[in-house]
């Protein structure tokens, strides 16, 4: 499911890809416009599902890190709000989800996208973050 959830460097939110043409991508907001709108080439795009967090020992994959925040809200949105929180509140939180993250490498800027991007999947009822094996991937493609 993250596979197809896109962030684009410069614009806020998350975007659902929809299809692929000649030297761009159509993706739709994931938000209540739900617009479709094009992204070129020239702009950096990145899925969920490549997306990992520094920890001290290795990096753990995104869908594992929102799976662990949504056992700690029972699957509901997040009351924190990611823009007025402090960074000390966000680090409390952060440690609760993912102990022993690399407080070195993660910014508590990464924990604010986290949050948006959590209740922003949540909001859309994309709640089912754990990667499908491959037999899965190919059913669904059909």
């Known amino acids: ?20 043409g000649r030297g761009m991508l159509i ?3 994931l938000d209540a416009t739900h617009k479709r709108v094009p992204v070129y080439a020239t702009d950096k795009v990145v899925s ?25 809200t029972e699957g509901k949105a997040l009351d924190i709000d990611y823009k007025q929180a402090t ?11 993912l102990p022993n993250y690399d407080r070195d490498r993660v910014y508590m800027t990464h924990v604010r996208k986290l949050v948006q991007w959590y209740n922003i999947l949540v909001a859309e009822g994309l709640t089912d973050f754990k990667p499908l094996d491959e037999e899965e991937v190919k059913e669904s493609e059909k």
Request: no cysteine.
């Open 1 to 20: 499911m993250l596979r197809k959830i896109l962030t684009i460097s410069g614009k806020p939110g998350l975007y659902r890809l929809l299809s692929n």
């Open 27 to 29: 993706v739709e907001t």
């Open 48 to 72: 969920l599902g490549d997306i990992a967090m520094y920890t001290d020992d290795e990096e753990v994959p995104l869908w594992q890190v929102l799976e662990n925040i949504k056992a700690r």
């Open 87 to 97: 960074n000390d509140e966000l680090a409390a939180f952060f440690a609760e989800v």
